[in-house]
């Protein structure tokens, strides 16, 4: 089992940024690949950036690449998503995932682990 907590949500203008927590406990977080999804209003969750368990391997959906920034701290069991240069059509639920590898995860397979969620409201 990995348990896994987001914070760092909030609401912010369009062009401003925030920095996304995710914050594993349980299993070896270390050598689990995670990656982070997003549900807008009346849209299907969605992949937005997944990164390997050594945090050398990153995955990004065209719609964030060169804004987003996914990493991760195995020492601290936590994982981040960098979002510079919101924009409205960013304004979801942010997920934390884990899986054991990113492919797993970006399919969104039996065995990938969630979080609760963290809202993000981009204004424009």
């Known amino acids: 089992q990995v348990q896994l907590v987001e914070s760092g949500g909030g609401k912010v203008q369009a062009g401003g940024s925030l920095r996304l927590s995710c914050a594993a406990s349980?299993?070896?977080?270390?050598?689990?690949?995670m990656g982070w999804f997003r549900q807008g209003p009346g849209k299907e969750r969605e992949f937005v950036a997944g990164?390997?368990?050594?945090?050398?391997?990153?995955y990004y959906s065209d719609s964030v690449k060169g804004r987003f920034t996914i990493s991760r701290d195995n020492a601290k069991n936590t994982g981040y998503l960098q979002m510079n240069s919101l924009k409205p059509e960013d304004t979801a639920v942010y997920y934390c995932?884990?899986?054991?590898?990113?492919?797993?995860?970006?399919?969104?397979?039996?065995?990938?682990?969630w979080g609760q969620g963290t809202q993000v409201t981009v204004s424009s």
């Open positions: 995932a884990a899986a054991k590898t990113v492919t797993t995860l970006r399919v969104q397979g039996d065995d990938t682990y």
């Open positions: 349980g299993r070896t977080f270390s050598s689990y690949g």
């Open positions: 990164i390997g368990w050594s945090g050398i391997l990153t």
